[in-house]
Each structure stands twice: as structure tokens, then as C-alpha cells.
């Protein structure tokens, strides 16, 4: 099995080579919790745009308020680098129709690695279109997702459309730990279910 860990310490580390330029980072944002320590980690090293596309969150509201909250994590998190956001309205049909057939499997299944595709295929098309170095996904800070099959649809969307991907593992040395820290530092409202309708069902 692949350590993405040490895969991210080795490309940061290439980065650092190069200080004069930092490299433009799309990173796909699932909720401002997990977003928290990935944007404290990698700030010294991207230029980064936060990219909130979620189209698996139930409801609309819920929806609402986890942008509302990234929006205000960027603003108060600005001392560490200017965070561009980049938003997309809330589309759940996107979501349903790549999860038909797949209401009743467990969470951590198919229907969540077709929701982790669906995420972060969105995330490199922008990536290409705006000519971003790298393209990237907070999700792997959760340890209720898996960061292997995270890892290995960024690998194939890389290929496709021929933009980096920054291979990680966020969750690992205490960055989950971190989220959980700074999440108390900036008060963030922090959601008991994954973002579906499924996973709130089964919460």
C-alpha cells in the first residue's frame, strides 16, 4: 500500500526548491473543518484556490451553511496567504443521478467512491480551464474516507486531463487532530454526517 503521506512530504519538499514561485493549488473543499488544517499545511507552499463543489450535501440549507462557513474560515484564516474561493451552486441531481441503483449500499462504498469521482472530476476540469498547477481534495483529512481510492481517481483525473495532482493523506501525522484543534479556535460548526442524505440516514 501506497504511503500518500510521504508521497505529499516529497513533492512539498521539491516545491521548497523553487522558492521564488509558488505553484497555483485548486483544492476541492468539502466543509471549512477539514479544510482548516489542509489550508494551515499547504499555505506555505501554493498559491491556493479553495473550490466548493458538494453536490452530494442534503439539504440546500445544510449546503448553505457549510459555505457560509469555509467563507468565513478564509476570511479569518487570511493572515496565513490570500485564499481565493471559487463556488458552484448547489446541483443534488448531479449527486442523485450517479448514486441510482446505489440508495441502500453502505457508506464507504461504491456510491461514495462515485461521489469522490464526481467531486474531483469537476475539480480537475476547472483546474485545466484555469490553468492551475495542481488540483487536490481536503477529503483525505476524514478517516471515514478512504484515502487509497481518493488517491488512485486523482492519479486517473491527472492523466485525463493533464494537471497535477498533489497526492495526500491529510489525516496522518495528527493532521485530523489539527482539524479537530482549530476547528475549536474558530468556532466552526462541524456537521455529524458525511454531507448525503444516506449518510445522514444511517448517522
Given at each position: 500500500?501506497?504511503?500518500?503521506?510521504?508521497?505529499?512530504?516529497?513533492?512539498?519538499?521539491?516545491?521548497?526548491?523553487?522558492?521564488?514561485?509558488?505553484?497555483?493549488?485548486?483544492?476541492?473543499?468539502?466543509?471549512?473543518?477539514?479544510?482548516?488544517?489542509?489550508f494551515?499545511?499547504?499555505?506555505?507552499?501554493?498559491?491556493i484556490?479553495?473550490f466548493?463543489?458538494?453536490?452530494?450535501?442534503f439539504?440546500?440549507?445544510?449546503?448553505?451553511?457549510?459555505?457560509?462557513?469555509?467563507?468565513?474560515?478564509?476570511?479569518?484564516?487570511?493572515?496565513?496567504?490570500?485564499?481565493?474561493?471559487?463556488?458552484?451552486?448547489?446541483?443534488?441531481?448531479?449527486?442523485?443521478?450517479?448514486?441510482?441503483?446505489?440508495?441502500?449500499?453502505a457508506?464507504?462504498s461504491?456510491?461514495?467512491?462515485?461521489?469522490?469521482?464526481l467531486?474531483l472530476?469537476?475539480?480537475?476540469?476547472?483546474?485545466?480551464?484555469?490553468?492551475?498547477?495542481?488540483?487536490?481534495?481536503?477529503?483525505?483529512?476524514?478517516?471515514?474516507?478512504?484515502?487509497?481510492?481518493?488517491?488512485?481517481?486523482?492519479?486517473?483525473l491527472?492523466?485525463?486531463?493533464?494537471?497535477?495532482?498533489?497526492?495526500s493523506?491529510?489525516?496522518?501525522?495528527?493532521?485530523?487532530?489539527?482539524?479537530?484543534?482549530?476547528?475549536?479556535?474558530?468556532?466552526?460548526?462541524?456537521?455529524?454526517?458525511?454531507?448525503?442524505?444516506?449518510?445522514?440516514k444511517?448517522?
Open positions: 500500500m501506497i504511503n500518500y503521506q510521504k508521497v505529499l512530504k516529497n513533492t512539498l519538499s521539491q516545491i521548497e526548491i523553487y522558492p521564488g514561485r509558488r505553484p497555483s493549488l485548486l483544492l476541492h473543499c468539502c466543509c471549512a473543518p477539514c479544510s482548516s488544517y489542509v494551515e499545511y499547504l499555505a506555505p507552499y501554493f498559491n484556490t479553495s466548493f463543489y458538494n453536490p452530494n450535501i439539504s440546500a440549507a445544510e449546503y448553505n451553511l457549510r459555505l457560509s462557513e469555509l467563507r468565513r474560515l478564509i476570511g479569518e484564516m487570511s493572515s496565513l496567504q490570500k485564499i481565493n474561493l471559487i463556488e458552484r451552486n448547489y446541483d443534488s441531481d448531479a449527486f442523485f443521478k450517479i448514486s441510482c441503483g446505489l440508495e441502500s449500499a457508506e464507504g461504491l456510491r461514495c467512491f462515485k461521489c469522490y469521482r467531486r472530476l469537476q475539480t480537475a476540469e476547472v483546474a485545466r480551464e484555469l490553468n492551475f498547477d495542481y488540483f487536490s481534495t481536503t477529503l483525505t483529512i476524514s478517516p471515514y474516507k478512504n484515502a487509497e481510492k481518493i488517491n488512485e481517481i486523482g492519479r486517473e491527472s492523466s485525463e486531463f493533464g494537471v497535477k495532482y498533489l497526492f493523506d491529510f489525516k496522518k501525522n495528527d493532521g485530523y487532530k489539527r482539524s479537530i484543534e482549530l476547528s475549536r479556535k474558530y468556532n466552526l460548526y462541524r456537521q455529524n454526517y458525511c454531507g448525503c442524505e444516506f449518510s445522514k444511517d448517522n
